[in-house]
């Protein structure tokens, strides 16, 4: 039950009032326009002349000034009319995602590997079926993903094991890649064929993403959240990460979730898992209530049309390949310091916890959230328990890979705690140093953004509450905090 202030604020705050409250007039708007005109300058500066992962120094100060100017863009935002605001978040998101196309990918190889799938697959063959290198398919290459005379020095080059170079990593293994995350490939191949053609994808499925936060009603604001994102520039566009895709999908489940369309709000989640894996996380928080008593129909309904949608997803790939539609799953956990033997993630786990509980601990904490989320979570808010179990897993193992936070981002646009973006900062961070302290040290800082802002907020929902109810005992009327 709100209170009479929070009632208040909350029409303040669709009315389009300033930070004192006062009326906000259309010239607010020029300050967030040039912040982010800046912000677009930026990042195109930082996918041209801002390094790459074979020159990483000049890298920390251009991500720097994105994430300033980011920063800076959602507070004028703030001062931005309600009614003006959607325009421009649009046709900001327009411009990062266009910046991303500037250049070739500059900081991950993974998009080579697309270009890969799609060309096997338009050939009529399964991409689960060879590795890139095998001669079978010497047939399908060329010169963008397997080049010849410049030395294989580039720092997306390496060779295979018959010394012919390639753009392609890991060009030993199958791919790793869900079907849906194939099917995407093979619909892209027709549109140019190489890595722009990906590339171009990536943006309009970051771009289409804008538009379904923009219409869930959210507010236009938090949409931002996504849409101006450097990341978006970075992880979605320039080296055009399919988790793009799995975090469209799965912000458009969400929204049918929470209009009560449980069949339509699971198959597109389980068409997002079926993209990535990683959007499973998010899946508890699409069954609020689960375990506060007897399910309802809607989580039976929505858990079985998820669970269908992946399974038929795999079937046409599984006739085809069998078992090896698992790809180099296995290999690529162990390969990342996920398997007790070689064990490199969960840094935070391991300050407090010998090595080999890690990976128990973690799983312990991960369910023990997941309990939480399908207990206590919000039916209104899918979004919220989706965010808290995400950011949660991706906290405790401490991935390095930043793109993963895509889906975060997401959620963060959908539910506004913004907090939580400090979890893919903390991947950008080992992304580009690397390192065990480092791990630590960037998560740990996350952890502490995480719960020091939650905190924060819990006191100051409290102190709105206390001066609700002393304001009419002493005459006064309560004024809301807006900062």
Same mark, same amino acid.
């Given at each position: 039950?709100?209170?009479?202030?929070?009632?208040?604020?909350?029409?303040?705050?669709?009315?389009?009032?300033?930070?004192?409250?006062?009326?906000?007039?259309?010239?607010?708007?020029?300050?967030?326009?040039?912040?982010?005109?800046?912000?677009?300058?930026?990042?195109?500066?930082?996918?041209?002349?801002?390094?790459?992962?074979?020159?990483?120094?000049?890298?920390?100060?251009?991500?720097?000034?994105?994430?300033?100017?980011?920063?800076?863009?959602?507070?004028?935002? @703030?001062?931005?009319?309600?009614?003006?605001?959607?325009?421009?978040?649009?046709?900001?998101?327009?411009?990062?995602?266009?910046?991303?196309?500037?250049? =070739?990918?500059?900081?991950?190889?993974?998009?080579?590997?697309?270009?890969?799938?799609?060309?096997?697959?338009?050939?009529?063959?399964? *991409?689960?079926?060879?590795?890139?290198?095998?001669?079978?398919?010497?047939?399908?290459?060329?010169?963008?993903?397997?080049?010849?005379?410049?030395?294989?020095?580039?720092?997306?080059?390496? @060779?295979?094991?018959?010394?012919?170079?390639?753009?392609?990593?890991?060009?030993?293994?199958?791919?790793?890649?869900? *079907?849906?995350? %194939?099917?995407?490939?093979?619909?892209?191949? =027709?549109?140019?064929?190489?890595?722009?053609?990906?590339?171009?994808?990536?943006?309009?499925?970051?771009?289409?993403?804008?538009?379904?936060?923009?219409?869930?009603?959210?507010?236009? @604001?938090?949409?931002? $959240?996504?849409?101006?994102?450097?990341?978006?520039?970075?992880?979605?566009?320039?080296?055009?990460?399919?988790?793009?895709?799995?975090?469209?999908?799965?912000?458009?489940?969400?929204?049918?979730?929470?209009?009560?369309?449980?069949?339509?709000?699971?198959?597109?989640?389980?068409?997002?898992?079926?993209?990535?894996?990683?959007?499973?996380?998010?899946?508890?928080?699409?069954?609020?209530?689960?375990?506060?008593?007897?399910?309802?129909?809607?989580?039976?309904?929505?858990?079985?049309?998820?669970?269908?949608?992946?399974?038929?997803?795999?079937?046409?790939?599984?006739?085809?390949?069998?078992?090896?539609?698992?790809?180099?799953?296995?290999?690529?956990?162990?390969?990342?310091?996920?398997?007790? %033997?070689?064990?490199?993630?969960?840094?935070?786990?391991?300050?407090?916890?010998?090595?080999?509980?890690?990976?128990?601990?973690?799983?312990?904490?991960?369910?023990?959230?997941?309990?939480?989320?399908?207990?206590?979570?919000?039916? @209104?808010?899918?979004?919220?328990?989706?965010? $808290?179990?995400?950011?949660?897993?991706?906290?405790? $193992?401490?991935?390095?890979?930043?793109?993963?936070?895509?889906?975060?981002?997401?959620?963060?646009?959908?539910?506004?705690?913004?907090?939580?973006?400090?979890? *893919?900062?903390?991947?950008?961070?080992?992304?580009?140093?690397?390192?065990?302290?480092?791990?630590?040290?960037?998560?740990?800082?996350?952890?502490?953004?995480?719960?020091? $802002?939650?905190?924060?907020?819990?006191?100051?929902?409290?102190?709105?509450?206390?001066?609700?109810?002393?304001?009419?005992?002493?005459?006064?009327?309560?004024? *809301?905090?807006?900062?």
């Amino acid at each position: 039950m709100l209170t009479e202030s929070e009632r208040r604020l909350r029409r303040g705050r669709r009315a389009g009032a300033g930070w004192q409250g006062g009326p906000v007039t259309t010239r607010t708007g020029l300050p967030c326009v040039l912040a982010l005109a800046a912000l677009v300058a930026a990042l195109a500066l930082t996918v041209t002349v801002g390094g790459t992962l074979g020159e990483r120094t000049a890298l920390y100060g251009w991500y720097a000034l994105d994430a300033a100017l980011f920063a800076l863009a959602l507070v004028l935002l @703030r001062r931005v009319p309600a009614r003006r605001a959607a325009p421009l978040v649009l046709a900001g998101s327009v411009l990062v995602a266009a910046a991303g196309l500037l250049a =070739p990918p500059r900081t991950s190889d993974d998009a080579y590997r697309y270009v890969w799938d799609g060309r096997v697959q338009a050939a009529g063959i399964s *991409p689960y079926a060879f590795a890139p290198d095998d001669p079978v398919l010497a047939g399908l290459r060329d010169g963008g993903l397997f080049p010849a005379g410049d030395g294989c020095r580039g720092w997306d080059e390496r @060779r295979t094991a018959a010394g012919d170079c390639t753009r392609i990593n890991r060009p030993a293994v199958h791919t790793i890649y869900p *079907p849906v995350a %194939e099917a995407w490939f093979l619909v892209v191949h =027709p549109f140019g064929g190489g890595v722009r053609g990906v590339q171009g994808a990536g943006a309009l499925l970051a771009v289409a993403t804008t538009g379904v936060l923009l219409l869930s009603g959210r507010g236009s @604001r938090r949409a931002a $959240v996504w849409g101006w994102c450097p990341g978006i520039t970075v992880w979605a566009v320039n080296d055009a990460h399919v988790d793009t895709l799995g975090a469209l999908l799965l912000v458009a489940g969400l929204g049918l979730v929470a209009r009560g369309r449980p069949v339509g709000g699971g198959v597109l989640a389980g068409a997002a898992v079926a993209a990535k894996l990683l959007p499973a996380l998010a899946l508890p928080g699409a069954l609020p209530g689960l375990l506060s008593g007897r399910p309802a129909r809607r989580h039976l309904v929505l858990a079985g049309a998820a669970a269908g949608v992946f399974v038929l997803a795999y079937l046409p790939y599984a006739a085809l390949s069998g078992a090896a539609v698992l790809g180099y799953l296995p290999g690529y956990l162990q390969e990342e310091g996920y398997g007790r %033997e070689h064990l490199g993630r969960f840094g935070l786990l391991r300050l407090v916890v010998p090595d080999g509980w890690a990976p128990w601990v973690a799983g312990a904490v991960l369910v023990g959230v997941v309990l939480w989320v399908l207990r206590c979570g919000d039916p @209104r808010r899918p979004w919220r328990g989706a965010l $808290v179990v995400t950011g949660t897993a991706l906290l405790v $193992v401490a991935p390095a890979y930043p793109w993963y936070g895509l889906l975060v981002v997401a959620l963060v646009a959908l539910d506004g705690r913004r907090e939580w973006l400090a979890v *893919p900062a903390a991947g950008q961070v080992l992304y580009l140093a690397g390192g065990g302290a480092v791990q630590q040290v960037a998560y740990g800082a996350a952890l502490v953004c995480v719960l020091g $802002v939650a905190s924060w907020r819990r006191l100051r929902r409290r102190a709105v509450v206390r001066r609700a109810v002393d304001g009419p005992r002493t005459g006064v009327t309560p004024v *809301p905090d807006r900062r």
